[in-house]
């Protein structure tokens, strides 16, 4: 089975600029999970996805949006971007909310 | 205070040694995780636990709910562990993570 795969994988962007980010779960897991990492902050939630409904966000700005598919892809989008953006996007796929995550390697936004 | 502590902030061992990490936290819980991040980024979830013990091959994970308080093991470690071991636990309707382990093995 394919792993779960995050396209683009290292993107850069100048201030004020939006960004979507992509994510592919493992073919038969229904939940998504987004997460942001930064040397500062280290891990932080960023939204949770089952069945095309957002069931969790974490302490995000509204900049800061999602959505899933019907075919369970996630997408995230951060409009306006600023420089404490930059950071480690990681998407998690699970069967079902809650269970066993599998992390994908993760976009490298740079935002200059 | 953070949620979520992790002890030590690093640790250096030599192959062969046994290890603890420990991850205490302030928040109920549904359950822990411990993951796995080796340099380049890349996570592995080793653990997902809501009470007692569990072991896979060389690691082992425990939990006490009263104490709110979780190990992870590594037992005759090896150079390949060197990562950084990441405590994270599901609180209500968020993920909240400790600031993790930095753990270098040494041949």
């Known amino acids: 089975k394919a792993g779960v795969t995050q396209t683009p994988r290292y993107l850069i962007k100048t201030r004020g600029q939006q960004v979507t980010l992509s994510c592919s779960p493992i073919?038969?897991?229904?939940?998504v999970s987004w997460y942001q990492q930064t040397p500062g902050q280290g891990l932080q939630f960023l939204f949770e996805?089952?069945?095309?409904?957002?069931?969790n966000k974490g302490n995000f700005p509204g900049r800061f949006s999602g959505r899933q598919f019907s075919n369970s892809r996630s997408e995230m989008n951060v409009s306006t971007l600023e420089l404490g953006d930059s950071a480690l996007y990681l998407c998690?796929?699970?069967?079902?909310?809650?269970?066993?995550?599998?992390f994908g390697p993760g976009t490298r936004l740079t935002v200059l | 205070k953070n949620e979520v502590e992790q002890s030590p902030q690093n640790l250096t061992a030599q192959e062969g040694e046994f290890i603890t990490i420990n991850c205490s936290y302030s928040?109920?819980?549904?359950?822990l995780h411990w993951l796995q991040q080796h340099p380049g980024g890349g996570i592995v979830s080793l653990f997902m636990?809501?009470?007692g013990k569990k072991k896979h091959g060389r690691l082992i994970a425990t939990i006490n709910i009263q104490e709110k308080h979780s190990s992870l093991h590594i037992t005759a470690s090896h150079p390949r562990d060197s990562a950084v071991y990441i405590c994270?636990?599901?609180?209500?309707?968020?993920?909240?993570f400790g600031a993790g382990t930095r753990l270098t093995v040494k041949p």
């Open positions: 998690a796929s699970s069967l079902n909310p809650r269970d066993t995550q599998y």
């Open positions: 928040v109920g819980i549904s359950a």
């Open positions: 073919s038969g897991h229904r939940s």
């Open positions: 994270a636990v599901w609180n209500n309707n968020d993920m909240r």
């Open positions: 996805y089952f069945s095309e409904t957002q069931r």
């Open positions: 636990l809501s009470s």
